[in-house]
């Protein structure tokens, strides 16, 4: 495989300026969030909300990623443009690793920055959504300071910090090329054919327990650590059934593959970690609890393993082209 990254980097780089990308994303209030409540899609600007028609020209397609009566969907498109911002970004590092050229280490820094850019407005749509929700509100009263985004320095502030990590991340040569993280899910049943699933302190939604893949440890050996240290049960691998694209599945704002093993329950009691979890506990398929991530994702798919059904491994279809979804019609 041939390993080109100034030539990736200056492909996206001159996308990005054709479309504009530094100026548009610079301006809030020309961002268009679109969040879909059932069969009903509401279009947001950033400072209105009006119900509007399906769209063939929207940029991103809607799509669910988050199951239940209390988190119908998150924004649309969020998903989308920290895809593309990531993208840029770990191109424009695997650039800044390999090249000794002042004027192209100059042309990839600027690259981070309309990665940024990209992705604070996706941070910005994500608080946009948020921002309608209780907790939220509880979190951040009306007028608060602490809010993000208030002002465009706070944005600002954010692009920077962006950047500046970013920067901090950029290895030289082939350490500095830049790949996903790797995590691991645990699809765990028990001898009633019930699945352990955890609800998450910092979200509420519900999922199979997961956890990154620690240095020192096979993945395998992971999975047997963290199901102990979320739920306090033995859990024993049985094999792997999904390899997913955390971003794909729409469970992380982190780009990550993850593994996720078949387990079975050979011991312990439910115990749930007390940083890390607001609550854990056995179900059936049935009577899952809301909301839950992903679920349509990976649900079907892990009951027909837990229930003894020979699966094979779950991963992502490729998108045809590969860098956008396609669209109907």
Known sequence: MVLDPVGQTWGLFLTAKAWGLHSLFGQKSTIIATVEYGSTRLDQSASNHTVGQSDDNTESQVSTHISGS????????????????????????????????????????????????????????????????????????????????????????????????????????????????????????NDKGELLLIQRADSGVWLYPTGWADVGYSAAEVVVKEVKEETGIDAEPIRIIAVLDGFRLGVTRIPLYSLVFQCRAIGGTLSPHPLECMDVGWFSEDTLPTPLAAADRWKEHVFRAIHGEKVDVLYDTVRQPVWREPRDG
Not at 82 to 89: P, T
Not at 106 to 112: G, Q, S, T, Y
Not at 155 to 175: A, I, T
Request: glycine share 8%.
């Open 70 to 189: 209390d988190s119908s969907s998150v924004v649309a498109g969020e998903y989308d443009l920290l895809r593309w911002s990531e993208s840029l970004a770990a191109v424009a590092r695997t650039g800044l690793g390999f090249t000794e050229s002042l004027y192209e280490r100059e042309r990839f820094e600027e690259i981070l920055r309309i990665a940024a850019d990209i992705h604070a407005t996706a941070d910005e749509q994500r608080e946009l959504y948020l921002s309608s929700t209780k907790t939220y509100n509880d979190k951040y009263p009306t007028g608060s300071d602490s809010a993000p985004f208030q002002d465009h320095a706070s944005r600002d502030d954010h692009v920077n910090g962006l950047v500046s990590e970013w920067m901090k991340q950029v290895g030289k040569g082939v350490p500095g090329y830049v790949t996903p993280k790797v995590a691991v899910g645990a699809a765990v049943g």
